[in-house]
């Protein structure tokens, strides 16, 4: 899921193997890609809002020219699907973290193949890419005796594994760079999300959520100074970056929220859920647009 720029067309992917774009805020269905032949599992946009990078349930990415409609660069993973997807503001790297647990580099300049990031044996969740294009950021973990965790940094220029950061063996291994930042946030353990300097490898603070909370998405809007993150069975939460204070919590779905973005302004929050999640009740697959009044 992901937002044009201006903030007035919302773009995901379905089961029915097509990318829609969509007015917010009444959701009217404005135009669509087809030619995955799986469903869509992943989407990010260019910084220049001009090319769409997508992954599917097969393994398959496709470049869009969003001006023609027309894929201009396709490529098959081959590794049980795509997760995750990001693309540096230059689109000369596009970061892939696969279902089996694999991340890979894409070198989208030379047009060549695909880089193995992550380590044999260690299984990553999540990555994060910060919005200068230099650091890539995803969670690793290895099982075993002794569950491991850490949080994996990477230069891009040139690509190489600069820092390893510790986790929480409880953590769901999210990560998300704040935006203009190098500051690197990841869930940690008893319901709190940890907040890292990532250059100098220190924390630099904790998020507090409730016992119960398990989190599963995380936004941030870099006008309003404001985390959100969705937890299990359906709850949305806000913080306030300055104070790191919790200043909004509600039922937002009756699922757990998978995947939310604000709008660049930070006057809506857009959240999404499946049909069922992680210890929910069955609900309903759908999206929401949320207004930010502060």
Wanted: proline share 3%; aromatic share 6%; net charge negative.
């Amino acid at each position: 899921m992901s937002l044009m720029p201006g903030d007035e067309v919302l773009l995901k992917g379905d089961d029915e193997e097509t990318i829609e774009f969509r007015s917010l805020p009444d959701g009217h269905l404005l135009r669509t890609l087809s030619g995955h032949t799986s469903w869509i599992s992943a989407l990010t946009l260019a910084a220049n809002g001009r090319t769409l990078y997508s992954g599917d349930g097969a393994g398959k990415l496709k470049v869009w020219d969003l001006k023609t409609g027309k894929v201009t660069r396709e490529l098959t993973v081959g590794r049980e699907g795509i997760r995750r997807l990001a693309v540096n503001p230059e689109e000369t790297a596009l970061a892939v973290n696969c279902r089996d647990g694999t991340v890979h580099l894409w070198d989208l300049k030379q047009g060549g193949g695909l880089s193995l990031l992550s380590r044999p044996d260690w299984h990553s969740y999540d990555i994060a890419m910060s919005s200068d294009g230099r650091l890539l950021a995803f969670s690793a973990m290895r099982m075993g005796k002794v569950v491991t965790q850490v949080l994996s940094i990477w230069g891009l220029n040139p690509l190489t594994e600069i820092k390893t950061l510790p986790s929480d063996e409880d953590s769901n291994g999210l990560v998300q760079f704040l935006d203009g930042t190098h500051t690197l946030v990841t869930d940690g353990k008893l319901s709190t999300l940890e907040l890292w300097d990532v250059d100098r490898g220190v924390p630099t603070g904790t998020l507090k959520g409730q016992s119960d909370e398990s989190w599963s998405a995380l936004a941030h809007s870099a006008e309003g100074n404001l985390l959100a993150a969705g937890a299990n069975q359906g709850r949305l939460v806000l913080w306030d970056l300055a104070t790191k204070g919790r200043i909004h919590a509600v039922q937002a779905h009756t699922a757990t929220i998978m995947v939310m973005t604000f709008s660049r302004d930070g006057t809506r929050l857009i959240t999404g859920c499946h049909d069922i999640g992680w210890e929910d009740r069955p609900g309903q697959a759908e999206v929401k647009v949320w207004a930010i009044r502060r």
